[in-house]
């Protein structure tokens, strides 16, 4: 989609905001039980190590945001760090910040239970302390500019979605609810404009129905009118920034589509061919087991499915591969590639 566009070249600077999707470690900083226990990114290599600094625990090392700005066709070499890191000053905010926060949503009380939270609205005053901050580096000409011509990311509400999702499947509680979400998102997108964002790409919500999460909490029979919230959603998101594109003068509101992009996948995943898994523990089936380390299980993960005996030491049974292969091409489980039985 912003291959379509443009150039990553024709960006100074890109500035994400969000949740799990896009932290890329402010959560390492604050009392939340949404946190890494290790500062992720560490294992980007040393090239990367200064400039990454942390990514949240779901997903180590690259995020949606980080493949945005990785794409070699945009021309994107540069990774936004942490807000709350203080690798996040000097010259290297002049490339863009990354205000994320895993567990956060649009509206404020969204993540409290998780503890501490930097929802969408402190996100961006935090990018307005960061505006100050350009000024003062480069002046108030050169920092308009430079924000005029930047990228904006936004990745969130699924949080806000799942917080009350008995509510929101009775159709008089959803109205309401999603009148104020948009009255919400509307106010602040507004405030993110006249701080200087322009061109701001926003995601819709994914099909919610079909992530493991929303499978193990409300059952298969919820998929379908979790996915009916989501594309419900969709549609108000879409029409609101259509009306913000025509109504702010200069902006320009991208809706990107990771709804249809998942369903694709989904729907048909056999035509993508073979699967192959790289990763850590949340992928991991038991080569662990075979090499000296510390993180080792007692047993080959896996080995036990079926006696209901836990034996992994960070997953048990199938892991978050063996799921995805299990829905998109009917595999039961994955092999191990240092295993004597491949």
């Known amino acids: 989609m912003l291959v379509d ?48 600094s942390i990514s949240i625990s779901e997903a180590e090392s690259f995020l949606f945001s980080d493949f945005v700005q990785a794409e070699q066709e945009l021309g994107f070499g540069h990774f936004s760090p942490p807000y709350l890191s203080p690798m996040a000053t000097g010259d290297i905010i002049l490339k863009g910040v990354n205000y994320a926060s895993a567990g956060s949503g649009i509206l404020n009380d969204t993540g409290k239970s998780n503890g501490d939270h930097i929802g969408l609205e ?26 005029r011509d930047s990228l904006y990311i936004i990745a969130i509400v699924t949080n806000d979605i799942v917080r009350d999702l008995g509510a929101i499947l009775i159709n008089s509680s959803r109205d309401a609810y999603f009148d104020m979400l948009i009255s919400t ?80 996948i989904i729907q048909n995943g056999k035509t993508y061919g073979k699967s192959f898994h790289f ?14 380390t510390t993180a080792k299980p007692t047993l080959p993960n896996g080995i036990d499915l079926g006696t209901g005996k836990p034996s992994g030491l960070y997953t048990n049974g199938r892991t978050v591969g063996d799921i995805i292969g ?16 491949i």
């Open 5 to 52: 566009i443009c150039s990553g070249k024709n960006f100074p600077a890109v500035f994400t905001f969000g949740d799990s999707l896009a932290d890329v470690g402010n959560n390492y900083y604050i009392e939340t039980t949404a946190k890494p226990t290790l500062p992720n990114g560490i294992d980007f290599g040393t090239a990367h190590i200064l400039e990454v």
């Open 326 to 341: 299990k829905l998109f091409y009917a595999f039961a489980f994955y092999k191990l590639y240092i295993s004597a039985h």
């Open 185 to 264: 998102f509307r106010s602040q997108l507004i405030r993110l404009y006249y701080l200087g964002a322009r061109k701001i790409v926003v995601t819709n919500c994914a099909c919610i129905g079909n992530i493991p999460a929303g499978r193990a909490v409300l059952f298969n029979e919820f998929i379908f009118p979790l996915n009916q919230v989501a594309r419900y959603y969709n549609s108000r998101l879409k029409k609101l920034l259509t009306e913000l594109t025509t109504s702010l003068p200069g902006s320009m509101y991208v809706y990107s589509d990771v709804y249809a992009s998942l369903e694709n």
């Open 122 to 147: 402190a996100q961006i005053t935090n990018f307005g302390k960061t505006k100050q901050d350009i000024m003062i580096r480069i002046g108030k000409t050169a920092a308009t500019s430079l924000l």
């Open 279 to 292: 990763g850590d523990p949340l992928v991991d089936v038991g080569n662990n087991y075979y090499i000296d």
